[in-house]
C-alpha cells in the first residue's frame, strides 16, 4: 500500500538527522532523493514548527498536512518532531499526487503501527501467564466446548495487531482523519489493562 | 462459485465462534448465582453488570463486523470476523483478570 512511500518515510527520517548533523548540503551526492527534493526539505528543517505549520497551510497540501500534524503532533512524542519538518517540506513537493498519504501521517502510521506491536508483544506473554494458571486451575476436560475455549483464548494476542490491519484495509478509500480516528479508539480498547494492575484477582 | 460456497462456511464457524462465547456467558450468568446462593450470597448490581456485559459483548461486537462488512468484499468481511473474535477474547480475558469476582457477591 505504502511500498512507494516507504522509501519516502525512512529518508525523511534519515535526512532530519543528515540535515542536524551537517551543514546543509547540495542533493546530488546522496542516495536518498527519489521523487523529492531535498532542497525543499532544507527549508523546514532550518524553520521552527510554527512557520513549518504555517508553512504547510500556505501550501496546495494544506487541509490533510495539518490534520495528519495535529492528530500525530498529539499521538507521538518528541521523537517525530524532527522528523516532522522536514516530512512537511515534501509534501510540498507531492502535491501533483494527492491521493497518497503525506510523509507526516506515515511516520505517524508507523508509530502507532509499533505501538500496536508492543500491544501484541504485552498480550502474548499475558496469555501464556494466564495459561499456565488454567492448566493449574482446570485440568482440561477435553470437550470440544474447551478445545474452542482455548482457541479463542489464543486469539487474544493478535487483537491489536487484527485491528490496525483491519483499519487500514477497510477504510482504505475514506479521508486521513478518520482513519487516524479509528486507530487511536483502537489504542485504548487494545490497550492490555492487566500491564497497569500487575497480576489480577 | 465453490469458493464462495467455503467463504461462507468459513463465515459461518466464525460467526459460531461469536455465539459460543456468548452461550458460554450465559452459561456463566446461571451458574454464579447459583454458586453465591450455596454460599449465602448474592449478586450484587456490579455483578449483574458485569455479567450482562459478557454476555452482550460479543454479540455488539458481532453486530458491528457485520454491519461494517455490509456492502464489503468477502475477505474483508472475514477480516473483520477474525479481528472481532480476538478482540472479544482479549476482552473477555481483561474482565475476567481484572475483576475480582468477589466484588460479584454479596
Redesign the interface.
Same mark, same amino acid.
Given at each position: 500500500m505504502c511500498c512507494s512511500h516507504a522509501r519516502g518515510m525512512f529518508s525523511a527520517a534519515q535526512v532530519s538527522l543528515f540535515l542536524m548533523t551537517e551543514k546543509p548540503a547540495s542533493g546530488s551526492g546522496t542516495s536518498f532523493g527519489e521523487g523529492w527534493s531535498i532542497e525543499e526539505a532544507v527549508k523546514p528543517a532550518a524553520t521552527s514548527q510554527e512557520g513549518e505549520q504555517q508553512q504547510v497551510i500556505a501550501s496546495g497540501q494544506g487541509q490533510q498536512g495539518v490534520d495528519a500534524a495535529g492528530v500525530s503532533a498529539e499521538a507521538v512524542g518528541s521523537d517525530a518532531a524532527s522528523a516532522e519538518p522536514a516530512a512537511d517540506g515534501t509534501s510540498a513537493a507531492s502535491a501533483s499526487k494527492p491521493a497518497q498519504l503525506s510523509n507526516t501521517a506515515l511516520v505517524a502510521l508507523g508509530l502507532l503501527g509499533g505501538v500496536y506491536l508492543i500491544y501484541s508483544w504485552v @498480550?502474548l506473554s @499475558?496469555?501464556k501467564f494466564?495459561a499456565d494458571q488454567y492448566k493449574q486451575v482446570a485440568q482440561g476436560s477435553g470437550t470440544v466446548?474447551a478445545v =474452542?475455549?482455548q +482457541? +479463542?483464548? @489464543? /486469539? %487474544? &494476542? %493478535?487483537?491489536p495487531l =487484527? @485491528?490496525f490491519? /483491519?483499519v487500514l +484495509? =477497510?477504510a482504505r478509500k475514506k479521508k486521513v482523519r478518520v482513519r487516524f480516528v479509528w486507530l487511536l479508539v483502537g489504542l485504548v480498547?487494545?490497550l &492490555?489493562?492487566?500491564f497497569f %494492575?500487575g497480576v489480577? %484477582? | 462459485m465453490v469458493a464462495r460456497i467455503f467463504a461462507w462456511i468459513v463465515w459461518v464457524l466464525l460467526a459460531g465462534l461469536f455465539v459460543e462465547v456468548t452461550v458460554n456467558a450465559v452459561g456463566n450468568a446461571v451458574q454464579l448465582p447459583q454458586m453465591a446462593a450455596s454460599l449465602g450470597l448474592g449478586i450484587n448490581a456490579l455483578g449483574w453488570f458485569w455479567l450482562a456485559a459478557q454476555i452482550a459483548l460479543p454479540l455488539v461486537v458481532l453486530l458491528v463486523a457485520v454491519i461494517l462488512g455490509w456492502r464489503r468484499g468477502m475477505a474483508a468481511r472475514l477480516l473483520l470476523l477474525v479481528a472481532g473474535i480476538s478482540l472479544v477474547a482479549a476482552v473477555q480475558l481483561e474482565i475476567t483478570q481484572l475483576v475480582p469476582a468477589i466484588s460479584f457477591l454479596g
Open positions: @498480550w @499475558w496469555t494466564y466446548g =474452542l475455549d +482457541i +479463542i483464548f @489464543w /486469539t %487474544a &494476542p %493478535a487483537a =487484527l @485491528w490491519v /483491519t +484495509i =477497510l480498547v487494545t &492490555p489493562y492487566q %494492575a489480577g %484477582a | -
